[in-house]
């Protein structure tokens, strides 16, 4: 949306947001049980999702719960596999294998 107005266009204040958000860092923490199938169907889910919705713009951690339980207990994981968005907050949690796109790209906020 723009607005003009002096004889010049400016941008909405809703279009500066939004292009603010599309340059934001997303950093992303993906809570695994080993090479088990559903961890590695997350894993794939989320990798297509962040290519297509965050190039460059992402960085993911995976946390593998059976080599490091202590990690996951601090954050409150109790299920696997676990997306947390842990920036731009506020955090979202999102659990399952990712399948659902369109929930998990409402949950991290990627709609404009």
């Known amino acids: ?3 003009i107005g002096g004889g010049q266009e400016m941008e909405s204040a809703d279009s500066v947001t939004r ?5 934001q860092m997303y950093m992303l923490k993906l809570y695994v049980a080993g090479d088990e ?3 590695r169907i997350a ?3 989320l990798t297509s999702i ?3 919705y965050l190039k460059d713009r992402c960085k993911i951690e995976e946390v593998d719960v059976l080599t490091d339980f202590a ?3 601090k954050d409150r994981i109790f299920v696997t596999p ?3 968005l842990a920036a731009p907050g506020p955090r979202a949690t999102i659990v399952g294998n990712l399948g ?3 929930r998990v790209i409402s949950a991290l906020r990627l709609r404009f």
């Open 71 to 73: 990690a996951a207990l």
């Open 19 to 23: 292009m603010q958000k599309k340059k």
């Open 100 to 102: 659902d796109k369109e």
């Open 37 to 39: 199938q559903n961890s």
């Open 50 to 52: 962040c290519d297509e």
């Open 1 to 3: 949306a723009r607005i």
């Open 43 to 45: 894993k794939d889910n």
């Open 82 to 84: 676990t997306l947390v």
